[in-house]
């Protein structure tokens, strides 16, 4: 079957620095998103990665690792509207986006 | 960028009543919808996915009668909550897509609330 996995929860301090990782098994890869999703708000875009490696936007960072099956999201300098959750979500062979349950971040001052 | 717009934002209404929830994409045509639902303290939910000019692809445990997905035209993809019950309360997103692989672009999301 396909499988998502990420953690259900993290907690961190702001201005620190916090990874959450996500690990797939699809039955195909067109690519990884991550998505940051404050309750009741349209989630927002914040990456895209299809070949491994990682990829560098601002605070926010996404790593693939494609034979891991794995990939992270790193964001630096937190602030306190980081507090969200993020979801990973790959598209498979057939570009159906498989989604993770989320991960949600609580930032403490 | 692609905008997608939702609507309505709250709506409330009486149980037993249906409700109709539009998705718009304002400047591009997507040929794939997403209907999502959201209950409180839990991650977003998918329940079905709307292809334009055909049925719609339901995601297990999402009843098709119930939840009524009609997408017309290349930018209106319309969920209908029939029957609605308290439990259907919730909040719910659609999004659109450009071209398969592409990234989803996301409605502001309709608050439900059934009485």
């Known amino acids: 079957g396909q499988n998502i996995d990420q953690p259900t929860e993290m907690t961190a301090t702001e201005g620190a620095i916090v990874q959450i990782n996500c690990t797939y098994q699809?039955?195909?890869?067109?690519?990884l998103f991550w998505y940051q999703h404050h309750a009741g708000e349209a989630p927002t875009f914040l990456s895209y990665n299809v070949l491994d490696g990682l990829e560098e936007k601002g605070r926010f960072s996404s790593f693939l690792s494609r034979s891991k099956g794995y990939s992270y999201l790193l964001l630096k300098e937190l602030q306190m509207k980081d507090s969200a959750s993020y979801l990973c979500?790959?598209?498979?062979?057939?570009?159906?986006?498989?989604w993770g349950a989320g991960t949600k971040l609580i930032i403490k001052p | 960028g692609a905008v997608v717009s939702q609507h309505p934002s709250w709506v409330i209404c009486k149980s037993g009543t249906s409700v109709k929830i539009e998705c718009r994409s304002l400047d591009f045509q997507a040929t794939t919808m997403f209907w999502y639902r959201q209950f409180p303290k839990q991650s977003l939910m998918l329940m079905a996915t709307?292809?334009?000019?055909?049925?719609?692809?339901?995601e297990q445990g999402v009843e098709k009668d119930k939840f009524l997905i009609n997408h017309a035209s290349l930018t209106l993809s319309t969920l209908t909550v029939t029957s609605a019950h308290p439990e259907d309360s919730s909040f719910y997103i659609c999004?659109?897509?450009?071209?398969?692989?592409?990234?989803?672009?996301f409605g502001n999301g309709t608050r439900l609330t059934v009485t």
């Open positions: 999004s659109a897509r450009v071209l398969e692989g592409s990234p989803l672009h």
């Open positions: 699809t039955s195909g890869f067109n690519g």
């Open positions: 709307s292809n334009e000019g055909s049925k719609a692809t339901y």
């Open positions: 979500a790959v598209s498979d062979s057939n570009y159906q986006l498989i």
